[in-house]
Every structure is written in C-alpha cells, then in structure tokens.
C-alpha cells in the first residue's frame, strides 16, 4: 500500500479454501473469489475489500453449486461471473450491489453448449468490458486464441453483453 511489497493473506484460508480470482477495479478496491472444498457450502464465496485487502466483506455463496469464474469488476459493486453448469449453457450473472443479489446478463443461446467456457475477460473502464468465450473443446492456438472462439462487449459495466461481429476488409 505505501509503495513496498508485503504478504498478503487472503480469506481463501479462513474458509479451508483456494484463490479463485481476483479483480481490483481501483488501487484499494479488490473482488475475490475462493473456491471452497465442500460443495455443501456451495462451492464458491465471494468478498470485497476497499482497503487494499487488509480487510474483507464476505458477500456470500455464488453459483449454486455449479464451478464460477471472477470475470472483472467494473468498480466494487458492479461484479460479473460466470456460472459454467457442465452439460449446458454458460450464463454470466452480474451484480450492481457488491454481490448480494445477482442478475442474468448474457447467456449462450437457446439450445446451444457450444461455447461452455470463458477465457480472458477484463473492464477496461467503469462500463466497457470483454469477454471472451471459447468453444467447447476448443484448445488455444499460439496466437492464443482459441480457432472458434466468440468476442462479448459490454458498455454498461456489464448489465448486458453481445457478440461483436466482425467484417472481413
């Protein structure tokens, strides 16, 4: 915090847990996840600080259950995940209140598994962000990419996603 480097402990231990992911929208600001080893528990949990992590708030169980990933944080109230419930479609759920209640805010369409998963995903302000889904099965290329992969862009720190298209030029 004042420019040095200092160990960090995170939740993740109090809860017999492992670090799931972290966002830090500004520099004392952070989001974290940690994946719990009971699934009785849910699974994940989800906390904020505001003081550089010398402290948290836990915000409870995300995901019913199903596996979770952090996608960004927009600031400390507006939180994105993903919810992947093997077998079916990947939803991102977004939260503009610090992660007590939860929305959905994109979802594969109707019918389809073919993009279970998500890949890197970042704001790169207040409300623009992406998201990028990969296909299922779908292994990186060198570039990085995965061959089949889909772009989502937000513009409203994240209460809505949709597929960027792209033209050939």
Known sequence: MDGRWAAWTTPCADINGRFAG?????????????????PVDGGYRLYTSNDGGLSYVDRGVVGDGHPVRLVGAA????????????????????????????????????????FPGIGDAAFTSST??????LQED??????????HSRLLLTHDAGRTWTPAKFTRG
């Open 22 to 38: 972290m966002a830090a929208p500004t520099p004392l600001d952070l989001v974290l996840l940690c994946g719990t080893r009971a």
């Open 128 to 133: 623009d962000g992406y998201v990028l889904q």
């Open 75 to 114: 600031d400390p109230n507006r939180i994105v995940i993903s919810v992947n419930n093997p077998g079916s479609r990947t939803r991102l759920l977004t939260s503009q209140d610090g992660g007590k209640t939860w929305s959905p805010s994109f979802e594969s369409s109707s019918g389809t598994t073919d």
């Open 138 to 147: 779908a292994a990186p290329m060198a570039s990085g990419f995965a061959p």
